[in-house]
C-alpha cells in the first residue's frame, strides 16, 4: 500500500520513474543519479528551481529515498504480477462492461461496439486498437524525431543568444574602460591648465605683494621717524627756561632748522595699488579653455570638401559652402550696381553667385570661417525653384564619423547620405529614407546640424549641434560603400546666407 501512495513522490522528475541511485541537491529537490549528472552536463543548475549545483559526484546518495524507492518498485511488481484479473476487467468499456475493440479517432479515446453505435460518438472515425495504435506509433516517431531537430534547434539559439549576451557585456565593459580614459585625458587637461592659471596668478599676487610690502615697510618707517620727531619736540617744547630750552634743542639737532624738520613727508609717500589681473581668463575661462581643448581633442568633426556636378548650384573656392545660381530664360539685362535698377513690377529677379569678391561684409563663426560672394542680378517674367544636389569630395568606407553643417535660416534643405538624409521644408523635419518619411520635432529652429555615421552598425543618426541634442537614428539594413555627405538646396530669391560645412 505504501508503494501505492507514495509511488508518485518517489519518481525522478527527470526520467518519470521510480528513483535509482538517489541523490538530493542543496536546494532541497532529488534525481537519480544518473539523470541528474546527464542534465548538468549541459547546465549546472537544478532543472526545477534554477539553482546552481556543484559537481554531483560529490554529493551522497540519499539512503532513505534509496530504500522507499526499492520497496515501492517491489509493490509495483506484485501488483503486475496479481493484477492480471484486474487488468482484465480495465480492459472493459466501463459505461456498457463490453471489450474496448475501437480506438474513436475523432475523441483520440478507446471505445466499445455499443459506444459506436451510441449518440455521443455519432458521426465520429473509429479504427480497430491494432490499426490505430500502428498510425499513432508511427505518427509519434516522426514527431519525436521532428521534436529532436527542433530541440536541437532551439538548444543552438539559446547558446547563440548567450554568447550575443556575453558580447553585449564585453562590449560595455570595453565603451566603459573608453569612456573612463577620454573622460580622464579630459580631465587631465583641465587640471593642469587649472594648475598652470593658479601658478600664474600665485607668481603674481608674489610680486604685487613684494612691491605693495617694500613701500609699506617705507611707509613705516618714514611715520617711525615723524613720531620719534613729534616726541622729542614735545620734551623741548615744555622746557620754559631759555638757555635750558636752547641747549636742550641743540643738543637733539646739530644742524637741520625747524623749517627743514617740519617739512611733510606723506607727500612724498603713496600706495601702491597693483590690481591682479588675468585677461580674458579673468571673465572668459571656460572659453577661452573650452577653445584650447578643441586643440587636443580627437578626432574631431570631419574636414568635409564639397563638389557639385550640377550648373545650378555653386561651391565656395574653399570647398566648404554651397550656393543656388539662379538663372534667367531670357537675355541678362544690365544693373548699374549689384542691387542698381528696381525691376519692373511683375518681373522676377534672379541672382548668381560667385566667389570672386564679398557681398554681404565679413561674417565668422567660431573656429570656423564662411565664404562670400558676389552676387550678379538677371532678370526673368518667371523663377523656377531649383533643386541641386551636392556631395563631399571626402568618401567613407569603414569606421566611425562626424561632421556638422550650418544651415542658418534657409528655408530649404536636405543633409545626410544619399537616400538616407534629413530634411527641412518650412513646414517641419523630417527623415527620408528607404521610400518612408519620419516626421522629426526639434526643441527650437537649429542653426547647425550635426551628423554622425557609423560604418561598422549601418546607422546614421542627427543631431541639433547647437546643443547636441539626439534627434533621430536611422538603420538602414544595407548601405553601399563608399559614402559621401549629400546635400541639397533650393532657393528662389537672393541667399544671405549659404549652406555652410563648420571647420573646428
Avoid at 549576451?165 to 587649472?194: C, G, V
Avoid at 596668478?201 to 604685487?208: F, I, P, T, Y
Amino acid at each position: 500500500m505504501a508503494s501505492a501512495f507514495y509511488s508518485e513522490d518517489l519518481t525522478c522528475p527527470v526520467c518519470l520513474t521510480i528513483f535509482t541511485d538517489p541523490v538530493t541537491l542543496l536546494c532541497g529537490h532529488s534525481f537519480c543519479r544518473g539523470c541528474i549528472t546527464a542534465v548538468l552536463s549541459s547546465q549546472p543548475q537544478c532543472p526545477q528551481c534554477r539553482t546552481a549545483v556543484p559537481d554531483v559526484a560529490c554529493l551522497p546518495t540519499s539512503h532513505i529515498l534509496k530504500s522507499l524507492a526499492e520497496k515501492a518498485k517491489e509493490g509495483v511488481k506484485k501488483k503486475k504480477e496479481h493484477g492480471e484479473e484486474k487488468a482484465e476487467s480495465a480492459e472493459l468499456c466501463p459505461e456498457h462492461e463490453e471489450k474496448l475493440k475501437l480506438f474513436c479517432v475523432t475523441d483520440q479515446q478507446l471505445a466499445c461496439i455499443i459506444c459506436r453505435d451510441g449518440d455521443r460518438h455519432e458521426g465520429h472515425k473509429f479504427k480497430p486498437i491494432k490499426e490505430a495504435a500502428a498510425a499513432l506509433r508511427l505518427e509519434l516517431e516522426k514527431g519525436m524525431e521532428n521534436l529532436c531537430g527542433d530541440i536541437l534547434t532551439t538548444e543552438s539559439l539559446a547558446n547563440t543568444q548567450r554568447e550575443e549576451i556575453t558580447k553585449t557585456k564585453e562590449t560595455s565593459q570595453q565603451l566603459t574602460t573608453q569612456i573612463h580614459r577620454q573622460f580622464e585625458q579630459m580631465h587631465q587637461f583641465l587640471r593642469k591648465r587649472e594648475d598652470e592659471i593658479k601658478n600664474e596668478l600665485k607668481h603674481k599676487e608674489g610680486d604685487a605683494v613684494e612691491k605693495m610690502s617694500k613701500n609699506l615697510n617705507e611707509i613705516e618707517t618714514a611715520l617711525c621717524e615723524s613720531r620719534e620727531l613729534e616726541r622729542k619736540v614735545k620734551s623741548v617744547v615744555n622746557i620754559e627756561d631759555s638757555e635750558k630750552f636752547l641747549k636742550s634743542w641743540a643738543e637733539g639737532n646739530t644742524t637741520a632748522t625747524p623749517e627743514h624738520l617740519f617739512q611733510p613727508r606723506a607727500n612724498d609717500l603713496q600706495v601702491v595699488n597693483t590690481s591682479l589681473s588675468l585677461g580674458p581668463y579673468e571673465s572668459h575661462l571656460q572659453f577661452f579653455i573650452w577653445k584650447e581643448m578643441l586643440q587636443v581633442i580627437q578626432p574631431r568633426a570631419e574636414l568635409l570638401s564639397l563638389k557639385s556636378n550640377n550648373t545650378d548650384i555653386t561651391v565656395s573656392d574653399d570647398g566648404r559652402s554651397l550656393f543656388c545660381t539662379l538663372k534667367s530664360t531670357q537675355a541678362p539685362q544690365s544693373f548699374s550696381s549689384a542691387f542698381g535698377s528696381t525691376p519692373q513690377f511683375g518681373q522676377t529677379t534672379g541672382f548668381s553667385f560667385g566667389s570672386t569678391g564679398s557681398l554681404y561684409g565679413s561674417s565668422t563663426g567660431l573656429g570656423r570661417t564662411t565664404s562670400h560672394f558676389v552676387c550678379k542680378p538677371v532678370s526673368d517674367q518667371t523663377t523656377k525653384i531649383m533643386t541641386n544636389h551636392a556631395f563631399s569630395v571626402n568618401e567613407f568606407t569603414s569606421g566611425q564619423h562626424y561632421w556638422e553643417i550650418e544651415v542658418g535660416h534657409r528655408n530649404y534643405w536636405e543633409l545626410g547620405i544619399k537616400d538616407h538624409f534629413l530634411k527641412y521644408d518650412k513646414q517641419g523635419y523630417a527623415i527620408c529614407s528607404s521610400n518612408t518619411t519620419t516626421k522629426v520635432v526639434f526643441g527650437a529652429r537649429p542653426r547647425k546640424i550635426g551628423i554622425y555615421l557609423n560604418c561598422k552598425s549601418n546607422t546614421l543618426s542627427f543631431y541639433d549641434a547647437d546643443n547636441m541634442t539626439h534627434a533621430h537614428t536611422v538603420r538602414p539594413s544595407v548601405m553601399a560603400t563608399p559614402l559621401s555627405a549629400y546635400f541639397n538646396i533650393r532657393a528662389t530669391a537672393p541667399e544671405r546666407n549659404p549652406l555652410t560645412v563648420c571647420w573646428y
